[in-house]
C-alpha cells in the first residue's frame, strides 16, 4: 500500500494552494472566466519558495486540477525539488467549483463579502458557489470522491496536490469532521501549503479505508511563514493588487 516511515498505514497529503492571480486582468475580464486566470511574477516567486520549503520532502506522486494556474504553481515547485521528483499529473476531481454568473467586483471589500457569505452558506441545502454556481454538495462528492481514489491508489506515502482555495478549505472542514459552512474559517493565502495525514485500515473487502485525517498544518507559507504585513484576506489581497497595479499603469 505505501506508508510513511515508522507507520503501517499512515498517508501525507501536502495540499497547496496555487500562487498569486490576477482575477481581473484583461484577458479574464473580456472572457467573463476567472478558470483562464494564470500566475503573476509573485504567484511564481511564491511556487518558489514552496518549492524551496518542500525541495527535500521524498514524494511519490504529484498532481494539478487542470487550470492553468495550478499546473505552473506544481511545475514550479517539482523543479526546486533536491529529491527524483514524480511525474506530474492531472486530477480535475480537485478542480474550483464552478462559478456560474461572473461577477466583476468593484472594490476588494465586496469581493471578500460576498466570497465570505457564500462561504458561509455552504452547508445550506441547495447553496450553490455564486449565482448560477456548482452547489457545495456536489463538489464535496467529487472532491470526496477525489480524496478516496487518491488513497485508494497503492504505492504511495507523500503526495503533492495544488488546489484551489475553496476546495482547500471544504477538504479541511471535511478532514476535521465539520459541516461545509466551517470552509469560512479556513484562510488560504496564495502559494500556502497544508499537510494532512490519513490512516489507512484493511476493511472487510480486503480493500482499505480511511480510519482517521489528522491536520498538521495549515495556510503555511513559506514565503512568509509569520505573515508579517500579511493583514488582508487572500481575496482582499488579490483585488487590491489589481486595482493598485491598474493605477500606475
Not at 77 to 105: C, N, T, W
Request: aromatic share 8%; hydrophobic share 40%.
Amino acid at each position: 500500500m505505501g506508508a510513511l516511515p515508522g507507520t503501517t498505514g499512515r498517508r501525507r497529503l501536502y495540499l497547496m494552494r496555487h500562487g498569486f492571480v490576477d482575477y481581473t486582468s484583461p484577458e479574464v475580464r473580456a472572457a467573463q472566466d476567472p478558470s483562464i486566470a494564470y500566475l503573476t511574477e509573485q504567484g511564481r516567486e511564491e511556487a518558489r519558495y514552496a518549492g524551496v520549503a518542500l525541495s527535500d520532502v521524498h514524494l511519490d506522486v504529484a498532481f494539478h486540477t487542470g487550470l492553468r494556474r495550478t499546473q505552473e504553481t506544481a511545475e514550479i515547485v517539482l523543479a526546486q525539488h533536491d529529491l527524483e521528483a514524480p511525474e506530474l499529473e492531472k486530477e480535475g476531481r480537485f478542480q474550483e467549483l464552478r462559478s456560474g454568473q461572473y461577477i466583476d467586483f468593484k472594490s476588494a471589500e465586496h469581493l471578500a463579502a460576498t466570497m465570505t457569505f457564500q462561504f458561509e452558506q455552504a452547508g445550506k441545502p441547495g447553496a450553490t458557489f455564486l449565482e448560477g454556481g456548482e452547489k457545495f454538495s456536489d463538489a464535496m462528492d467529487r472532491i470526496e470522491d477525489g480524496l478516496k481514489g487518491l488513497l485508494s491508489r497503492p504505492g504511495w506515502a507523500s503526495a503533492l496536490l495544488v488546489a484551489h482555495e475553496v476546495v482547500n478549505r471544504m477538504i479541511l472542514a471535511w478532514a476535521i469532521g465539520a459541516p461545509l459552512s466551517a470552509s469560512a474559517g479556513f484562510e488560504q493565502d496564495t502559494g500556502c501549503i497544508n499537510i494532512i495525514d490519513f490512516d489507512l485500515v484493511p476493511d472487510e473487502a480486503g480493500n482499505t479505508r480511511i480510519e482517521r485525517a489528522m491536520i498538521k498544518a495549515v495556510n503555511l507559507t513559506p514565503a512568509n511563514y509569520l505573515k508579517n504585513g500579511m493583514n488582508l484576506r487572500s481575496l482582499e489581497a488579490i483585488f487590491t493588487r489589481a486595482v493598485d497595479q491598474a493605477a500606475s499603469n
